[in-house]
Structures are given as structure tokens and as C-alpha cells.
């Protein structure tokens, strides 16, 4: 299992150059889980962050709908009166 995480993290070429010993892959270990942890702390982050960007582009398009459809309306009432008064 710990040559799976080394492969995915990138780090079986740092385990090829050094030999590894049971005290050091105690403390790799635990030091992979540090990381893995910030990591995902640091991914929650991004995808709260992501979450807010999304509602506020919602709430933007929903906004320039409503100005859409006033000027839409709006354009109808022009026609409208230019037709009555012609």
C-alpha cells in the first residue's frame, strides 16, 4: 500500500534513491498523511470558493435576464406607441 501511495504522490523515485527503513517509513508515512490532510483542506477550500463563483454567476445571469426581459418589454410598449401615434 505504501508503494501505491509513493507511485501516486510521485515519490517511488525519491524511495529508488534513498533506502528506506521501517523508523523512516513510520515517519514517511505520517508525514504522507500530514500532506494528504492539508491537501484536502486545501481542495475543501478551492471548492468553497468554487461554490460562491458559481452562485454569484447564477445570480448574475438570472439579474441580466430580468434587464432582458424589461428592455424587451419596454421596446414592445416603444412600438406600440409608435404605431398608435402613426
Do not use: V
Not at 483542506?41 to 463563483?53: F, S
Not at 438570472?62 to 406600440?80: G, H, N, P, S, V
Amino acid at each position: 500500500m505504501l508503494e501505491k501511495l509513493k507511485r501516486y504522490f510521485g515519490l517511488d523515485e525519491l524511495a529508488k534513491a534513498e533506502p528506506t527503513q521501517t523508523d523512516s517509513t513510520l515517519i514517511e508515512l505520517k508525514a504522507l498523511k500530514a500532506e494528504n490532510r492539508r491537501l484536502k483542506g486545501l481542495i475543501d477550500q478551492k471548492n468553497a470558493i468554487l461554490q460562491e463563483l458559481s452562485q454569484e454567476n447564477m445570480a448574475i445571469g438570472r439579474d441580466r435576464q430580468q434587464m432582458a426581459d424589461i428592455i424587451a418589454r419596454q421596446q414592445r410598449l416603444i412600438d406600440a406607441y409608435a404605431t398608435l401615434s402613426s
